[in-house]
């Protein structure tokens, strides 16, 4: 008999030990889950970003094309969405003066740069109400137009 009943004690205590450690594991698991999806959006923003800059630095005319970098990023992003995307393009002198892209330089070549801009809200599987964490991402890409 005294088997039995140090069996069920040992089934109880085992029970309310799995219910006070059950919801730290969901919560960690929670928040591995929130990583993972924050990385893989930041990952791909970034992509994006370094894509329409890429597209803008092939050529003067693509440099130009502030829709065309800002088509290539998005299109990039297969599967996200609310991302934007922002195309600037601007201009140097070779001594690192700025100057308007339709100006012209003394002394030098006028160097024409891109950048592009992509931001995206990542969604979470749990609030963190402690914590600021919005998961908005912005991931930034400069290049120079050849």
């Known amino acids: 008999m005294k088997n039995k009943r140090k069996d069920s004690i040992r089934t109880g205590t085992a029970i309310v030990e799995f219910a006070l450690v059950a919801p730290l594991l969901m919560f ?49 992003a297969i599967g996200m969405t609310g991302m934007t995307a922002t195309a600037v393009r601007s201009c140097q002198c070779s001594g690192g003066s700025s100057v308007s ?7 030098g070549k006028m160097l024409i740069y891109v950048q592009v801009t992509t931001r995206v809200t990542a969604p979470t599987v749990f609030g963190y109400s402690g914590l600021s964490l919005s998961g908005a991402i912005a991931r930034t890409a400069s290049m120079r137009a050849q």
Request: charged letters at 10%; glycine letters at 12%.
């Open 28 to 76: 960690m698991l929670a928040a591995v889950l929130d990583g993972a999806m924050l990385l893989r959006y930041a990952t791909t923003a970034g992509d994006a970003a370094r894509s329409g800059a890429q597209y803008g630095s092939m050529s003067a005319s693509n440099a130009a094309d502030t829709a065309g970098m800002q088509s290539a990023a998005l299109n990039t």
């Open 101 to 107: 892209c339709t100006g012209s330089c003394t002394g």
